[in-house]
């Protein structure tokens, strides 16, 4: 995997790209945008830690066939980005999906062939983004695999090529359990915190337990109906990583005091949405999606 190129340039873009930057250097990798976003970037640049990116921007006029694609867009720019990334994609081009929720890699598969697309997410991952600015804290570890688990040339190439970069990743037992996990923490904690402004420490209170079980079991509800089985035990380790992550913020809470667009509808949302599917009640997370609802309105 010589030539790559990312979409999306926050906090999970921006911090993996400058890791493969380091070992493929601006020919072998590029972030495609739209013209207002590369005049944007040229003049202020994109600020990691205090220093400049050294990223080479390109628009879909100029775009290649790629090696490896990386998504790591907010859900609701997904449609926009696989408009824009079509040229990039060839016969022999692997897409990775870093989004949140469980719903992209349907819709990338939907949209260039499921034999194209790896499922992935990043987790553990500890930023504040600001304007052009982005301060980590924690860089996390990608997480991935074939939607069957299999072993594949690629995930071997893709795990040799992070290794490389200095990229903490996984290649778990089982992806779609790995996958519907990160789903149940960050519909759970994503969600609280945002509703309470509150720092990952902060969420470590017995009312924030209490409303994240019953947010938690709704979702192992839905998630079993879809044949994903998520034990409890999951439940209490991701109370334990997230309260112990320390003064940051979640995405979702950064994004609402910015007054940026939520993934609400990718969390809770499609809490909602499975439970219709299924005849299943969602009422905790219906009713947190209304307040978030509500004060983003």
């Avoid at 040229?42 to 790629?66: D, H, L, M, S, Y």
């Avoid at 819709?107 to 553990?124: D, Q, T």
């Avoid at 299999?150 to 903490?168: D, M, Y």
């Avoid at 402004?197 to 979702?219: F, H, I, P, Q």
Wanted: proline content about 2%.
């Amino acid at each position: 995997m010589k030539k790559i190129t990312i979409i999306g340039c926050g906090a999970v873009g921006a911090l993996y790209g400058l890791r493969l930057h380091r070992v493929l250097g601006s020919e072998g990798l590029a972030f495609l945008v739209d013209e207002e976003r590369r005049e944007r970037y040229g003049r202020e640049g994109v600020i990691i830690n205090g220093e400049r990116a050294p990223f080479r921007f390109i628009t879909a006029c100029e775009a290649e066939v790629q090696d490896l694609v990386i998504v790591a867009t907010k859900n609701h720019h997904l449609e926009d980005a696989i408009t824009m990334m079509r040229p990039l994609v060839g016969a022999h081009t692997t897409i990775l999906s870093l989004l949140n929720g469980i719903e992209s890699e349907e819709e990338l598969s939907a949209a260039f062939g499921p034999s194209h697309v790896l499922y992935g997410f990043c987790v553990g991952l500890n930023s504040t983004h600001m304007g052009n600015a982005i301060t980590y804290t924690a860089e996390g570890r990608i997480v991935f695999g074939e939607r069957d688990n299999t072993e594949s040339e690629r995930v071997r190439a893709l795990s040799a090529l992070f290794s490389r970069a200095g990229i903490a990743s996984q290649v778990p037992d089982d992806i779609m359990v790995a996958l519907y996990n990160k789903f149940m923490l960050n519909t759970a904690y994503n969600t609280i915190s945002a509703l309470l402004g509150a720092t990952y420490r902060e969420l470590d209170k017995d009312a924030v337990w209490r409303l994240a079980k019953a947010v938690s079991a709704e979702v192992q509800a839905v998630a079993k109906r879809e044949g994903v089985i998520l034990p409890d035990s999951l439940v209490e380790e991701n109370h334990q990583i997230v309260i112990s992550l320390g003064e940051g913020k979640t995405s979702m809470a950064q994004d609402m005091e910015a007054g940026r667009i939520s993934e609400n509808a990718w969390f809770c949302g499609t809490v909602i949405k499975l439970g219709l599917k299924h005849a299943i009640p969602t009422p905790v997370s219906s009713t947190l999606s209304a307040l978030v609802e509500a004060r983003e309105r």
